[in-house]
């Protein structure tokens, strides 16, 4: 779900608003408007100039629409927003982190900045039992439980796996996680970046 943030209590408002930032400069190198943007996501435009200025976070469905629109992907748009000043070390802290909402109130974010590499590392937490919405994407992805467990939908066939389970598949596979048993569950996910132009 895509939330409103509270710069002065929330601890990821900083990296909400580079997100925000990140947002705003591919939309203007795009040439495109607000209205544009609202329009071909389908989210409202208030919303929009909200995430744009930090002052609200997208939902992982929601950052989807958006990063498809700009023509980049949602890891890429959460690891910029984890990119460290010019000449600090690379460690991503806790609490510097591009992040999401995911679905059942839980979130994704990103364990690296951006940067040129085959691939994207990220976490995943939640406690809802709603599946939420099929996803599947052009990316080969791996899946380890750290923590809980989980219900894992691989095209249509439920798999329950828990601490120190993994799973591979390939890019065009559908699939959707949600908890076993209303616990919270916490994920390392790994998916491979395309290069540009690769189908």
Same mark, same amino acid.
């Given at each position: 779900?895509?939330?409103? $943030? @509270?710069? +002065? ?9 580079r997100?925000?930032q990140? $947002?705003?400069?591919?939309?203007? @190198? ?5 209205v ?15 995430v744009?200025?930090g ?13 498809t629109t ?6 890429l ?8 000043p ?7 802290r =806790?609490? @510097?982190?591009?992040?999401a909402s ?11 900045? #951006?940067?040129?590499?085959?691939f ?8 809802s =039992?709603e ?8 990316? +080969?992805?791996? /899946? %380890?439980?750290? &923590?809980?467990? /989980?219900?894992l &939908?691989? @095209?249509?066939?439920? &798999?329950? $796996? ?5 799973v591979? %598949? ?5 699939h ?7 616990e919270? %569950?916490r ?7 395309? #290069?540009?132009? +690769?189908?």
């Amino acid at each position: 779900m895509d939330a409103l $943030i @509270d710069e +002065d209590t929330d601890p990821l408002g900083r990296s909400v608003a580079r997100l925000g930032q990140r $947002i705003r400069a591919l939309r203007h @190198d795009r040439s495109m408007t607000l209205v544009q943007l609202a329009h071909a996501t389908g989210l409202s435009h208030s919303f929009l100039s909200q995430v744009e200025r930090g002052r609200a976070r997208l939902s992982m469905s929601s950052l989807f629409r958006v990063a498809t629109t700009l023509g980049t992907t949602q890891q890429l748009l959460l690891a910029e927003a984890t990119a460290p000043p010019a000449g600090s070390t690379p460690v991503v802290r =806790r609490t @510097d982190e591009g992040s999401a909402s995911s679905p059942g109130g839980g979130t994704v974010r990103a364990l690296a900045p #951006a940067g040129d590499r085959p691939f994207d590392p990220m976490e995943f937490t939640g406690t809802s =039992r709603e599946p939420g919405p099929r996803w599947a994407h052009d990316e +080969d992805e791996f /899946v %380890y439980v750290v &923590e809980g467990h /989980v219900l894992l &939908e691989l @095209d249509g066939a439920l &798999e329950r $796996i828990g601490p120190g389970d993994s799973v591979f %598949y390939r890019g065009g596979t559908h699939h959707r996680w949600s908890s076993a048993d209303g616990e919270p %569950y916490r994920l390392l996910v790994v998916k491979q970046r395309l #290069a540009q132009g +690769d189908d």
